[in-house]
């Protein structure tokens, strides 16, 4: 996702630019394609561009609960500061920003939101993903989705190893 803003940085502060965003990124890094939606906001500061994106995607994800595969709408929302590495009117370089884990602009004035949109959607998606807030889960005995119905298994909780040994007595 990169964008431009050699304009962008020649303005003065305070200057903004809108980009709608519709794009396909493998965001995992596993070979998926996310289609990634929404806009981004850019401010020149004194310093620096800063880049608002409000983003979402849709991903398939597996319930924590009962396994089956859902899709769920993630959204990417985030701010950063991206700083320039060279004077966009000399073409001289610039000191690299105080923080080193800050995002840059290379050289040809391209400003790109990949990164910050991968990290950001890492953070975003659920560590314990469930289908649905209510989700009933598997059977522990026989596996059984209880999202479709309950199974034959008796309902007190009696381990049904345990229950063999109490028929012996
Ligand atoms: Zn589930
Ligand atoms: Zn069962």
Redesign the pocket.
């Known amino acids: 996702m990169d964008m431009n803003v050699s304009q962008l940085l020649r303005e003065p502060i305070g200057a903004t630019r809108n980009y709608d965003i519709d794009e396909i990124l493998d965001l995992t890094g596993e070979g998926n394609q996310n289609r990634i939606k929404g806009a981004c906001n850019m401010v020149r500061t004194q310093r620096s561009i800063l880049v608002r994106c409000n983003l979402n995607t849709e991903m398939e994800l597996t319930?924590?609960?009962?396994?089956?595969k859902?899709d769920q709408l993630v959204r990417i929302k985030f701010n950063e500061e991206y700083f320039p590495t060279v004077d966009v009117e000399s073409g001289a370089g610039l000191p690299p920003p105080e923080e080193a884990s800050s995002f840059t602009i290379d050289e040809l004035h391209t400003l790109d939101i990949t990164e910050a949109a991968r990290q950001y959607f890492l953070i975003a998606v659920p560590m314990k993903?469930?289908?649905?807030k209510d989700?009933?889960?598997l059977c522990p005995t026989c596996g059984q989705?209880l999202?479709q119905g309950k199974c034959a298994c008796p309902t007190d909780n009696t381990d049904p190893r345990w229950a063999k040994l109490a028929d012996l007595k």
């Open positions: 319930c924590s609960r009962c396994v089956s859902f993903p469930l289908c649905k989700c009933a889960g989705n999202n």
